[in-house]
């Protein structure tokens, strides 16, 4: 009996979704369809595309040939201006300092925020409002404000130079949108569940590790795709923090190596193209993950 | 089964211990924060009233010097003006691109996904690196835009080594990198607005103008105040792409105000001119946050 109202239930729901989306003709909310609407996106496509093709494929032509055959295909593919790269120390470490020092400060984020936001949402304690005011008031204010000021803090705790003097600062800064994303999701969760757990003993740290967590994937998968991307993408940091070139991160290193080779674009644009590769891959992999984690944390932050 | 007898609530309980657990929860996220982030906007405000190269001891007391001479600098100005031209291009360009794209892509139509796809790629790409890009895309000898003006009989273009032109290249990448995150934003927030809507105005026999002035521009307003928001913001920080692009040159026209700070309070190590700038920034975010949620989110819950 229980199987059949379900399954009814399903099928109801599923007449819903289609009269949302296919019943309503695309014509209404969208004033161009069909071929000009194909064509405005196809030339605005070419517009984003042309960028990218023209790096990715210039890589792989000799120098002279950028001048000759700008948007053609090589003559001769120069496999030897991305092999020399692949091949070299110099692209991995700046690759694995990045991994490096974006898992860290992914893995500090949840570490330190989740206990914090699970506070804010569960608990009532003296001042709570106040302190998360406090919080809150990092949302609107970027690295750059401070960064003179939190480069002497740096260096006066002996971190100048060192990956930990990334990851820590970009820790803190993403406290704020961590927390408020955090406490909002942790909130959904029926209070019952809280009232239940301490009834059967259970104490508000296991609680928060082995209910809370486990129940809140999407949320913590969230936070680690917008702090990932951050921290993979961070420049101003790093150029204030680190003066050692092993220690680089790719970012860093794209600019050193562009500094380095100034005229020679085609090894410039092999380099830029093997350093964002791992971005793209990413992104093509797990698109979904990608696009609704950062837009989502705007949205709700 | 046997135990589930409902217990009576807790509630008393558990607001009594929260406090204790509050104490061990709380402390790592309150200690890095206030130490990286609170602390040195704090001293940015402290620091900006000395003269100070970071070393020595902090005591040539200054006044209002620093921003004095701020305020009075020329190339501080030009990035002021920098900002807002960011500001201006987001709103006048990038904004209506945005929507315009959002509005052929939010529905499940041919290659839809795709090209959402394709949009909001170059947002994730590392400014440093779209910066690079373009500046191959920008370079008189061997970039393909320079090539193409040559084959139609032109002159090789230096556009980045051109004082008139170098901001309007920054300005170009910036359109073509975040326009599809601001189009993400609008599909989000057109698929929220209810289709009975259209199907109702459809009935009534309105035009698909009216429809999108009266039904999808209302409905979206939301996200364009959100969107308009991360551009105000997104300007103020705006820093990576004009080192790769055009490092603030030619002869310091295309600096904005993180850059401005960077090569001139950074990279000469005047720590208390370099924190005055930071200060300004600071007050101009303040003002762009509380001012937006003052003005546009007051009928959202915190």
Known sequence: ????????????????????????????????????????????????????????????????????????LPKVWQWENYWSILTSARYWRILGNSLLISSVTVALTLAVAAPAAFAFAHLRFFGQRMLFNYFILGLTFPFATAILPLFIKVRDLG??????????????????????????????????????????????????????????????????????????????????????????????????????????????????TLTILPAILMFVLAQRYIVSGLTAGAVKG | MADTAAPPPVKANYVRSGSLTALIFLPPALTLFTVFVILPIGEAGWYGFYNWNGLAALENFVGLQNYQQLLANKTFHQAFINNLLIIAVSLAVQLPLALAMAVLLADRLFGSVAFRMLFFLPYILADVAAGLIWRFMFDG????????????????????????????????????????????????????????LYEAAAIDGASPWQ???????????????LSVFFSLLGSLQFFDMIVSLTGGGPLNSSHTMVSFLYYFGIGRMRVGFGSAVGVILFILCATVAFGYKRLLMRDQDD
């Open chain 2, 141 to 196: 000898d061997y970039g393909p835009i320079s090539q193409i003006w040559q084959a139609l009989g032109g002159a090789p273009l230096y556009i980045l080594a051109d004082r008139d032109w170098a901001y309007g290249a920054v300005l170009t990448v910036i359109v073509w990198k975040y326009f599809g995150f601001h189009m993400m934003l609008y599909i989000a927030g057109l698929q929220s607005i209810d289709r009975n």
């Open chain 1, 159 to 272: 971190l100048l130079d060192t990956h930990w003097g990334i990851i820590l600062p970009q820790v803190a800064f993403s406290q704020a949108l961590s927390i408020l994303l955090m406490r909002n999701a942790f909130r959904q969760l029926p209070s019952e569940l809280l009232d239940a757990a301490l009834v059967d003993g259970c104490g508000y740290a296991r609680f928060f590790l082995s209910i809370v967590l486990p129940l809140s994937r999407p949320i913590l998968a969230t936070v680690a795709v917008i702090t990932f991307v951050v921290s993979w993408n961070n420049f101003l940091l790093p150029l204030v923090v680190i003066n050692t070139n092993a220690k680089y991160p790719w970012t860093l290193g794209l600019m050193d190596y562009q500094g380095e080779f100034i005229v020679a674009w085609q090894l410039i644009l092999a380099f830029i």
């Open chain 1, 1 to 72: 009996m229980t199987e059949v109202t379900l399954h009814q239930h399903r099928s109801r729901k599923y007449v819903l979704t289609l009269h949302k989306t296919d019943i309503v003709p695309a014509s209404l909310t969208a004033p161009l369809i069909g071929l000009p609407r194909f064509l405005i996106l196809c030339f605005v496509g070419a517009l984003v595309i042309v960028p990218l093709l023209a790096t990715a494929v210039g890589g792989f032509k000799e120098l002279g040939e950028l001048r000759t055959n700008p948007f053609g």
């Open chain 2, 211 to 225: 429809r999108f002035r009266f039904i999808t521009l209302p409905g979206l307003s939301p996200m364009i105040k």
